[in-house]
């Protein structure tokens, strides 16, 4: 069965610390990858996501995703996080020729303290 | 503004009382989706329709039952709650593959409806 893992739950790390948020799939096909973001009681928002091409990607709020696909990767970067950065991440992937349905990881929660 | 809208918020109910969730997209999207959301599981879909009249199971999707007859409005069904069914709630829209202004398969999410079952 297609599945999304997260590797770490829960993440805390101080202001201006660097940021690396783990997600492996298990799908066999081509697929699409998304990295959304959930502020306390606020929707989803997409932060980045890769279809093709550079596997290096660049979303919002300056996060980054490499697709890594030897390893089934999807692995969320950022260099120095903010106190504003206090969300819970979701790895998603769909697999292509579907009908875009997502297949969301569990989510990490990550707590910056100042 | 290109948005998806879901009503009520926030529905306290009490078990085998129906009801229903509506969910509304401004974007002229062809595909909506129902998830559910809970903790350590991440988000999984209910059911999700491809266009009017067409909807089809997702992951989850006992306990629930939805309708498409507009291709704007997409309604979750609880047609008898129970205390399992308690959870939040997201409706998304999306343009079907290759299709949409250079923006791929993005779902876009609305604002979640936070249901209690007693």
């Known amino acids: 069965a297609q599945s999304v893992s997260q590797h770490n739950h829960h993440v805390i790390l101080s202001e201006a610390a660097s940021l690396e948020l783990g997600c492996n799939y298990s799908y066999g096909g081509t697929v699409n990858l998304f990295w959304y973001v959930q502020y306390p009681g606020q929707h989803l928002q997409l932060l980045l996501k890769y279809f093709s091409g550079d596997p290096l990607v660049k979303g919002i709020k300056g996060f980054e995703a490499e697709f890594i696909k030897s390893k089934f990767s999807f692995n969320l970067r950022k260099p120095s996080v903010q106190w504003s950065d206090t969300a819970e991440y979701f790895c998603a992937v769909m697999p292509s020729g579907g009908y875009n349905k997502l297949i969301f990881g569990a989510g990490t929660r990550l707590a910056v303290h100042p | 503004e290109a948005q998806v809208t879901q009503n009520p918020r926030y529905l306290i109910t009490v078990t085998g009382k129906k009801l229903t969730v509506t969910c509304s997209q401004n974007?002229?999207?062809?595909?909506m989706s129902w998830y559910r959301q809970d903790p350590g599981l991440g988000l999984r879909q209910i059911y999700y329709s491809m266009n009017v009249e067409v909807t089809d199971k997702g992951d989850v999707p006992e306990g629930y039952k939805v309708s498409r007859k507009e291709k704007r409005n997409f309604p979750l069904i609880l047609e008898s709650p129970s205390p399992n069914q308690t959870s939040l709630y997201f409706c998304a829209s999306s343009f079907p593959p290759g299709q949409g202004v250079g923006i791929g398969n993005e779902q876009f999410f609305g604002p979640g409806t936070r249901l209690t079952v007693l």
């Open positions: 974007m002229n999207h062809e595909y």
